[in-house]
């Protein structure tokens, strides 16, 4: 299964999924762990995606899941927000729209977790998918 990692690098906030490739590999070694930018073509990795990433607002690890064209209209859009998450979203509608994607899995990682707390939540709800 490929899972799409999202992140800015340089933002401390906003990195810990890209921080925790190496711990997810070593975990789920049948698994590719991709850190990709979210202009770029997504849809290559399948109709399916599931995705990690930060967001915002939230206070615990959870699992969002996008099938319809109404759940991909409720992405909403922080008021503070880098290029990345606007990217990302409208490139998830985009796809949607185009019929390039059915569905995503996205696992959002709140932007204060620590890393062994996210490390075993997320690994937790990989063994589920």
């Known amino acids: ?56 607002d939230i206070n615990k690890i959870k699992i969002i899941t996008l ?14 927000l880098s290029m990345h998450d606007f990217d990302l979203s409208i490139n998830l509608k985009l796809l949607k729209k185009l019929n390039k994607i059915d569905s995503v899995k996205i696992i959002g990682v709140p932007m204060e977790a620590e890393q062994e707390y996210a490390l075993k939540h997320i690994a937790k709800i990989i063994r589920k998918l």
């Open 67 to 80: 099938k319809t064209h109404e759940d991909f209209q409720k992405i909403v859009l922080p008021k503070s």
């Open 1 to 56: 299964m490929n899972i799409l990692i999202f992140g800015n690098p340089l933002l401390p906030n906003d990195n810990l999924p890209i921080r925790l490739i190496p711990d997810l590999q070593n975990l789920f070694p049948n698994h590719n762990f991709i850190h990709i930018d979210p202009s770029e073509n997504i849809e290559e990795y399948g109709i399916n995606l599931t995705i990690i990433d930060t967001i915002q």
